[in-house]
Nanobody, 124 residues
Framework: QVQLVESGGGLVQAGGSLRLSCAAS????????MGWFRQAPGKEREFVAA????????YYANSAKGRFTVSRDNATNTVYLQMNSLKPEDTAVYYC?????????????????WGQGTQVTVSS
């Protein structure tokens, strides 16, 4: 059983920064790529960013480009999402997820394992 546990969410003012972490444990498929998604109240869950197994390839939603950075540390089975220049519209529950695909994807259906989410609230 795979467990993904997010942390690092909280309340921050617009323009501020947060770093989210996702700790993975248990058995999973080989070399999983990891993704971050978010879901705001009343909206569908949307893709934010993804990182390859090696960490050398990343993929971002347009809303995240230039402000967010995804990375991973395979030695500690942890994935990070550094979020800078936060805006009120970034307010959402943020989820990490794991996919067995060898290429990065923004499709929710391609991710097999999900964390429980961490709340990010950006005040104006």
């Amino acid at each position: 059983q795979v467990q993904l546990v997010e942390s690092g969410g909280g309340l921050v003012q617009a323009g501020g920064s947060l770093r989210l972490s996702c700790a993975a444990s248990g058995r999973t498929f080989s070399n999983p790529a990891m993704g971050w998604f978010r879901q705001a109240p009343g909206k569908e869950r949307e893709f934010v960013a993804a990182v390859s197994w090696s960490g050398g390839i990343t993929y971002y939603a347009n809303s995240a480009k230039g402000r967010f950075t995804v990375s991973r540390d395979n030695a500690t089975n942890t994935v990070y999402l550094q979020m800078n220049s936060l805006k009120p519209e970034d307010t959402a529950v943020y989820y990490c997820a794991a996919t067995p695909l060898p290429v990065l994807t923004a499709r929710r259906s391609e991710y097999y394992y999900w964390g429980q989410g961490t709340q990010v609230t950006v005040s104006s």
